[in-house]
């Protein structure tokens, strides 16, 4: 592993995956896996960040992003506080712009921001002082999750380079599938992409993917099986006819993991849908399931992301 | 009857209608044009001329008619008023502006239409003619009274930016229209494939996780409403094409002797999807800014005149509407001041000729819409633009007249500037002169 140089990230916020440079990801990754040796002491916390502000703003729902960068901001020394800004606000009037201007004024370093529509937090970014942390806007980008998910794969096969790695789901309204897609290209990996024409369209194969409608022959050699989250109001006759008939093609059981590779890692962003896109079998197992380990690095992910944008880097980085 | 008799001399003389194409001069003799040609004072200048223009070898044109501008008055005065478009249209060379019915009220009854006609009368440079609605409250499915709209000056009938979705009020009102010998404007788009899309199906959509609005949508609802057509005998003029195959359904249906005629606006020739970039919602226009090779099409189809006009779309919107997540965003720009200069891009890129450039804009509208104006001829209202065509000039949003700076071409280089807008013999715009003023 090459040792990061503090001071190689070019960019202010992280607001997307795309447009980082490999050397940008691997200084991410290898920070983070500093940050996890970190979280498995006793005593986890840090103070790094001291005397920092960091907001976590969601507009959309969210318990487990929002806990891991609370968790994440709070092991760093850093005063973290939430808000959820639902239906009511906008109803009262007060726009995106007006929110984030409304917060700027009160100085926070960090904001880590999730919205539910695309570009939302890009245009907040344009507004705001501190630096941003896209925790997913809309069906754009979701950063923080593709590189918790890389950093799952490097620490189990040692390397992203060459794997060939199967995106199943629905790929349509999917900003973790984006993200994924982006980093695993710039890092060297082969992306399938796997799901029913109504939800992956033929035009993904742009992205540099190879798009299957088939999920069998999509599988078979995947060194990795990424599922991705199913909105339960996409099943009723609108994108798809049934949960059922989707789970008979589409949903990741043992029978069809059998055709990846034999040593084939299972991940999901959750939270999952058993019996929707995946079957608890294989959820549950615990030598081919990395959805907890997932959960873990995602931690350790955001406090990377936290020291490197407000480039308070711990000391011990670069030894590692 | 004789008026103020102004003469505009060492001018090229440019009229679409008749193919003139040459260096000459022009009388004009209270609201309309007394005479003109290469030889007129050839003999030295006559008395009782009451001015005289030099216009310095500048390019003397008809002025421009914009077959398709929304001037939000009544309703949305705080994005624009039929006074300040009118400021806009002046300045960019439009004398005629056809206004939308998309207002609040709706224009869908002859009260309203007399509003319009009113407002335009007290408080606007430029002539405003009003469309009418198609469908009362353009709710698509109650026919409004078109005959009556007509006796008190709607030009033509449409629901705006709302295509008429069902077909049968589309047969209906294609059919009823034939009475009086009205045109039906459709904007099309099948509503059911576009729902919540927020800019052109393709790669840049898919990149940004924008919801599509596919090309196929245009080219469904063209073709349905060109079967409609056949099967009434109708007048149907589609507002604007942006798709290779919509156009290509135009100009096999043309061969066909129906009395179609097609649009297509500035933002759809000038730009492309790519220019929405990282989510620029001043580049959310209808119709969307489509692919590269939809985008040249628009401008084969120019070319080759199965684009009839080129129409401004102006769409003020406000800053607020415009500053929010792109899916939130309202659509729409500003074009009145634009136009014209984007439009003779298309000739500064070879890509047209001069004259059927200005046709478009001209004897193009005039001619679907039965108007006197459009052209340089004795006896034509004297409604003129005196253009410096090679001018380069920066497209500023502080410097636009619009009430709304809602424009995708800030910073634009655009070449081709208007030195002086006459609607009906009177001067409403001489750019020397507003600069001095500025100064």
């Known amino acids: ?320 | 009857m004789t008026g103020r008799r102004t003469a505009y001399t060492n001018v090229r003389l440019l009229d679409p209608a008749s193919g003139l194409d040459a260096r000459g001069a022009l009388l004009t003799e209270g609201d309309a044009i007394a005479e003109l040609g290469p030889r007129l004072f050839a003999g030295g200048m006559p008395s009782g001329i009451d001015e005289v223009v030099d216009g310095h070898g500048l390019a003397l044109a008809p002025g421009l008619i914009d077959m398709h501008a929304s001037l939000r008055e009544p309703g949305f005065e705080h994005q624009e008023t039929i006074a300040t478009a009118a400021r806009a249209a002046a300045a960019g060379g439009v004398t005629t502006i056809v206004a939308t019915p998309d207002t609040d009220p709706a224009i869908d009854n002859v009260a309203l239409v007399e509003f319009v006609a009113r407002r335009a009368r007290e408080t606007a440079a430029v002539r405003i003619l009003p469309m009418g609605c198609t469908t009362t409250g353009r709710d698509g499915e109650r026919m409004t009274e078109m005959g009556l709209m007509a006796e008190a000056g709607a030009v033509a009938f449409t629901d705006g930016d709302r295509p008429v979705a069902d077909a049968l009020v589309m047969r209906r009102a294609l059919s009823y229209a034939t009475a009086f010998d009205l045109l039906i404007v459709q904007h099309v788009e099948e509503p059911s494939l576009v729902r919540d899309g927020a800019m052109n199906e393709g790669e840049v959509a898919m990149r940004l996780g924008l919801p599509g609005m596919p090309a196929a949508a245009e080219t469904i609802m063209v073709e349905r409403d060109l079967r409609l057509v056949a099967l009434t005998g109708g007048r149907w003029h589609a507002a604007s094409l942006s798709t290779a195959a919509a156009i290509d359904a135009v100009r096999q249906a043309k061969r066909s002797g129906l009395s179609i005629s097609c649009g297509a606006a500035p933002h759809n020739f000038a730009l492309n999807d790519g220019d929405v970039g990282e989510y620029r919602t001043f580049a959310k226009v209808r119709p969307p800014l489509r692919g590269e090779a939809d985008r040249q099409a628009v401008v084969a189809g120019i070319a080759d005149g199965t684009i009839d006009v080129i129409a401004s779309r102006h769409a003020p919107r406000d800053a607020e509407s415009k500053r929010l997540p792109f899916v939130q965003a309202a659509f729409g720009a500003v074009a009145l001041e634009t136009m014209l200069p984007l439009a003779l891009g298309l000739w500064q890129a070879g890509n047209v000729p001069l004259l059927r450039v200005l046709e478009t804009m001209t004897a193009g509208p005039a001619r679907i819409l039965k108007l006197p104006q459009g052209r340089l001829a004795a006896g034509a209202p004297a409604d003129l633009i005196l253009v410096d065509l090679e001018a380069p000039w920066r497209v500023d949003e502080r410097r636009l007249r619009s009430k709304s700076k809602n424009t995708p071409y800030e910073g634009r280089l655009v070449q081709g500037r208007v030195e002086r807008t006459v609607v009906a013999g009177r001067t409403v715009y001489d750019r020397t002169a507003e600069e001095t003023r500025h100064a």
């Open chain 1, 1 to 320: 592993m090459t040792s990061p140089l503090p001071g190689r990230f070019g960019h202010k916020h992280l607001l997307g995956i795309e447009g980082l440079s490999p050397d940008e990801i691997t200084l991410l990754l290898n920070t983070a896996d500093a940050c996890v040796e970190q979280n498995r002491r006793v005593d986890k916390k840090q103070s790094h960040l001291r005397g920092l502000t960091q907001i976590n703003l969601f507009f959309e729902d969210s318990t487990r992003t929002r806990t891991s960068f609370e968790l994440a901001g709070k092991r760093l020394g850093a005063d973290v506080i939430n808000m959820s800004v639902q239906h009511s606000s906008i109803k009262k009037g007060e726009t995106l712009l007006d929110t984030a201007m409304t917060l700027n004024a009160m100085s926070p370093d960090v904001l880590v921001v999730r919205h539910p529509n695309s570009g939302a937090v890009q245009l907040l970014a344009q507004k705001v002082t501190g630096a941003v942390i896209n925790a997913g806007d809309g069906s754009h980008e979701h950063p923080t999750q593709a590189l918790l998910d890389a950093l799952t794969i490097r620490r189990r096969k040692g390397r992203l380079q060459g794997l060939l790695v199967a995106i199943c789901g629905d790929f349509l309204h999917s900003r973790v599938a984006r993200s994924n897609i982006y980093l695993l290209n710039a890092m060297g990996a082969r992306v399938r992409l796997i799901a029913p024409p109504t939800l992956l369209p033929r035009e993904a194969e742009r992205l540099g993917v190879e798009v299957f409608h088939d999920m069998r022959r999509g599988l078979a050699g995947c060194d990795i099986v990424m599922m991705l989250r199913l909105q339960q109001e996409r099943m009723q006759g609108a994108f798809l006819p049934s949960t059922r008939e989707y789970f008979h093609f589409y949903g990741l059981d043992a029978e069809k993991l059998a055709l990846a590779h034999p040593e084939a890692f299972i991940m999901h962003p959750g939270p999952m849908n058993r019996g929707v896109e995946i079957d608890s079998e294989v959820a549950d197992d615990i030598h081919r399931s990395l959805i907890a380990e997932q959960v873990e690095m995602g931690v350790a992910v955001r406090m990377a992301c936290l020291e490197i944008l407000t480039g308070r880097l711990r000391n011990d980085t670069g030894a590692r």
